[in-house]
C-alpha cells in the first residue's frame, strides 16, 4: 500500500457553502440533509465527509494517521485525517 499526500489542510464546508453544481452532485440527498452534510473540496471532487468509512487506530490506515477512507476502485481509495480543531482535513491517495 503507497499513500500519497501534501498534507495540506483543507477547509470543511457546510452544504450551504457549496455552489449549485457541487449541490447538484448530491441529488439523493434532500434540501435538510444537504444542508446539516460536511463537505471538502479534493482535487476538483467535493467529498461528503460522512460517505467515508472509518478506521480503527489498529488498522493499516489507522497505524499511519488516517480516520478513514473512501474506495475509488478496485485499487485506489481516498483517505482522510481529521486535525486536531477538527475544522480541517488532511485528503490523500491510497494505491493498492
Same mark, same amino acid.
Given at each position: 500500500?503507497?499513500?500519497?499526500?501534501?498534507?495540506?489542510?483543507?477547509?470543511?464546508?457546510?452544504?450551504?457553502?457549496?455552489?449549485?453544481?457541487?449541490?447538484? =452532485?448530491?441529488?439523493?440527498?434532500?434540501?435538510?440533509? +444537504?444542508?446539516?452534510? +460536511?463537505?471538502?473540496?479534493?482535487?476538483?471532487?467535493?467529498?461528503?465527509?460522512? =460517505?467515508?468509512?472509518?478506521?480503527?487506530?489498529?488498522? =493499516?490506515?489507522?497505524?499511519?494517521?488516517?480516520?478513514?477512507?473512501?474506495?475509488?476502485?478496485?485499487?485506489?481509495?481516498?483517505?482522510?485525517? +481529521?486535525? =486536531?480543531?477538527?475544522?480541517?482535513?488532511?485528503?490523500?491517495?491510497?494505491?493498492?
Amino acid at each position: 500500500m503507497k499513500i500519497k499526500t501534501n498534507n495540506t489542510p483543507r477547509l470543511l464546508l457546510s452544504g450551504y457553502e457549496l455552489t449549485d453544481r457541487e449541490r447538484e =452532485e448530491f441529488d439523493y440527498m434532500s434540501g435538510e440533509d +444537504i444542508a446539516l452534510a +460536511i463537505f471538502v473540496r479534493y482535487k476538483g471532487h467535493i467529498w461528503n465527509i460522512g =460517505e467515508f468509512l472509518r478506521v480503527t487506530p489498529d488498522s =493499516e490506515l489507522g497505524q499511519k494517521g488516517f480516520d478513514g477512507y473512501e474506495t475509488t476502485s478496485a485499487f485506489t481509495a481516498t483517505v482522510i485525517r +481529521i486535525t =486536531e480543531d477538527s475544522d480541517r482535513v488532511i485528503m490523500g491517495s491510497v494505491y493498492y
